[in-house]
């Protein structure tokens, strides 16, 4: 006898323990502390930060952890604890030029004001599986020149003094910047929002999307102006102190896209730009979000919508992945009451079908009927 | 009784789980919505603790809007037992205290995911939809900007050369859920993903009928006795699903929506009612279907 599927509470409760057994694995096998992911595996910590739109490597390692090592699930933990913070205020605009640099490249000069640093890198290294590494043996001291604490210019500003680079935007005295997680996004969304909604998106996503504009759908003839990872002071102006107290440091990528222009109607020849600001350590990511910030400016210039990447609608539609991974994986959920509303309509329309060919069907569903 | 009484809610969080200044928010977009049936007022959704797709519309809808006082159901297919409705209904235990039924006339507050309860409602009650994707003009026009100026301007045109496309070419007009409706002859509106045998039942409800739409940031409402008209053509009138000869296997209802549940390998079926609580009720009041053990009874 049919009896109605009941028991789903004891079920879900089972899962979770499942997962959570799962979660910890061979208890044989020692723990992992969220100082050996902090430490140890900083690209994905900052991964999660950047993606996760909050700046706390332990949070991050925790989420890491409890989400076994999947990102999105660590990124959308994250993204759910932080809307449930109280907001004081908004920090004054970081100063990226007052950096404390621990790496600086430019591709366009071979060697420029502050110099180039190469910092702690994987580029040029040979991709090759070190199967002797010891995990527990420290990793031999590397030497370091003294710290520098002179700011070091922009190559961009640098260009610009000779009136060859696009000027960076002023915003109006007094206009506030835009913030999508308390205004839904509208459209056409202005460069503000776009970079917020890029600097928050994923990373896979932006890095096809910028590769896109690459391979020639929506060409942005890049250079990669400056690509720079360090520290920054974050500042907070307090009405009530009349001045500006520091928060604490955070890290942050930044890129600097130069893009070549021959001009339009709108803009004189000249080099463009596209920027790119993340979290922590993340170059793919900053330099992704260069490129397809410069290819969304495509209006502003003067430029031919031609690719997707240049398209705001769809790129930032589709940009977050906490949103992306929910409405694919909702697919999960039962949908029977809708299906069943299909199989009604594909039945009457198969019928038909085989009704106006004097024919029967051969598959067993239709048969069945 | 106050808060902490009948809140049974973590310390970290508010009673329902969002800050009253977010549910403010909401409650002015909800207020918004009653006050121009069936336009979707963006509002800032937050990020919820479940996933995006999976009712944080809803939730958020329902969150602004509970009290300690409310009786809160939650039904995913029209029934009270499925993973989804579970979760949700344990996050409100959780986060609010407040009393839980599966009982369609004892609840205040009913989400739902795709159904409308059999049940009629009533003005003491309130429907709360979870909605994927709220704009019904979204798979002709997929630009934000562009359907908003369609509502703007009611060009609903669109709509239906669509609708003709299908009757054309089918012989029908293949929507059968997310069926659009025309609120009050002014905003076309996606009922969510409820069969369209549901959509009659949005017509002139006595309940207070919000649509919470998380991920695409949208709600939208239905006050009371809204007209809420399904669009079709003189020569091809709305029609909802039917299922000629067929009764609940458990209840014996006819004329309700059926879930159709598969048997065996050889692929042979029944027919039980979608809402689970019509078809319990309807049990409890003496109603059987010929696969209910009391009617093999009774029949012998």
Redesign the interface.
């Known amino acids: 006898?049919?009896v109605?599927?009941?028991?789903?509470?004891k079920?879900?409760k089972n899962a979770h323990k499942l997962f959570a057994a799962k979660r910890r694995g061979n208890a044989n096998v020692p723990g992992l502390t969220t100082a050996q992911i902090v430490e140890q595996l900083s690209f994905v910590v900052d991964r999660v930060m950047g993606e996760g739109s909050l700046f706390d490597r332990e949070l991050a390692a925790i989420a890491i952890r409890q989400a076994q090592g999947d990102l999105i699930e660590a990124i959308?933990l994250i993204?759910?604890y932080?809307?449930?913070l109280?907001r004081f205020g908004y920090s004054t605009p970081i100063q990226t030029d007052e950096m404390l640099i621990s790496r600086r490249i430019s591709a366009t000069f071979k060697d420029l004001p502050g110099g180039q640093i190469l910092g702690p890198t994987f580029d040029y290294s040979h991709r090759l599986i070190d199967f002797g590494y010891d995990s527990e043996e420290a990793a031999e001291a590397p030497e370091q020149s003294e710290l520098i604490e002179a700011s070091t210019p922009r190559v961009t500003d640098m260009l610009g003094d000779q009136g060859m680079m696009e000027p960076d935007p002023q915003s109006a005295e007094g206009e506030e910047v835009g913030d999508l997680?308390?205004?839904?996004?509208?459209?056409?969304a202005d460069r503000d929002l776009r970079l917020q909604n890029l600097a928050r998106g994923d990373e896979g996503f932006l890095l096809a999307l910028g590769y896109s504009t690459q391979r020639g759908y929506a060409r942005t003839h890049p250079f990669a102006g400056e690509i720079r990872m360090g520290e920054v002071e974050v500042e907070f102006f307090a009405e009530e102190l009349g001045f500006e107290v520091p928060l604490g440091k955070i890290s942050v990528t930044e890129c600097q896209m130069i893009n070549q222009f021959q001009g339009s109607e709108e803009a004189p020849p000249q080099f463009t730009r596209g920027y790119g600001l993340v979290f922590g350590h993340a170059e793919r990511k900053a330099m992704s979000m260069a490129l397809v910030d410069r290819a969304l400016r495509w209006e502003e210039l003067g430029e031919e919508l031609t690719a997707p990447a240049q398209d705001q609608?769809f790129v930032l539609?589709h940009s977050d992945n906490?949103?992306a991974?929910?409405?694919?994986?909702?697919l999960k959920?039962?949908?029977?009451?809708?299906f069943?509303?299909?199989?009604?309509?594909i039945r009457?329309?198969s019928e038909?079908f085989w009704a106006e060919r004097n024919d029967e069907p051969t598959t067993?569903?239709g048969a069945?009927e | 009784m106050s808060l902490a009484e009948i809140s049974t809610e973590q310390d970290a969080y508010n009673f329902a789980y969002l800050d009253e200044q977010t549910k403010r928010m909401i409650r002015r977009a909800i207020l918004k919505g009653i006050a121009i049936p069936g336009y979707q007022v963006p509002f800032a959704a937050r990020e919820m603790p479940m996933p995006y797709g999976w009712g944080t519309g809803g939730v958020q809808v329902t969150a602004s809007i509970l009290g300690p006082d409310d009786t809160l159901k939650v039904i995913d297919q029209g029934s009270d037992d499925t993973t989804n409705a579970v979760a949700i209904r344990n996050f409100f235990a959780v986060t609010s205290g407040v009393e839980m039924t599966m009982k369609t006339s004892e609840a205040s507050v009913i989400q739902t995911r795709h159904r409308i309860p059999e049940e009629e409602l009533t003005e003491d009650q309130t429907l709360i939809y979870q909605v994927p994707i709220p704009e019904p003009l979204r798979f002709l026009e997929p630009r934000e900007t562009e359907t908003r100026k369609m509502h703007a301007l009611s060009e609903y045109g669109l709509m239906h050369v669509k609708l003709y496309e299908d009757i054309a070419t089918h012989g029908h007009i293949a929507t059968t859920y997310a069926y659009p409706v025309m609120v009050e002859g002014r905003y076309v509106m996606d009922p969510s993903p409820t069969p369209k045998f549901d959509n009659p039942k949005m017509h002139k409800n006595r309940a207070l009928q919000l649509f919470g739409a998380g991920r695409e940031k949208r709600i939208y409402a239905l006050p009371p006795f809204t007209d809420v008209v399904s669009l079709d053509f003189e020569d091809h009138p709305f029609q909802i699903q039917e299922w000629p000869d067929t009764c609940c296997a458990m209840c014996g209802a006819k004329d309700v929506y059926f879930d159709e549940v598969i048997l065996d390998n050889e692929g042979s079926r029944m027919f039980v009612c979608s809402d689970s609580d019509y078809c319990e009720t309807r049990q409890a009041d003496g109603h059987y279907g010929e696969m209910h053990a009391e009617y093999k009874e009774r029949i012998q």
């Open positions: 006898m049919y109605a599927v009941k028991g789903g509470e079920a879900i959308f993204r759910a932080r809307t449930t109280p997680t308390r205004a839904p996004l509208d459209f056409p609608e539609s906490i949103q991974t929910g409405f694919v994986e909702h959920l039962p949908h029977y009451v809708d069943q509303a299909e199989l009604d309509l009457t329309m038909e067993k569903m069945a």
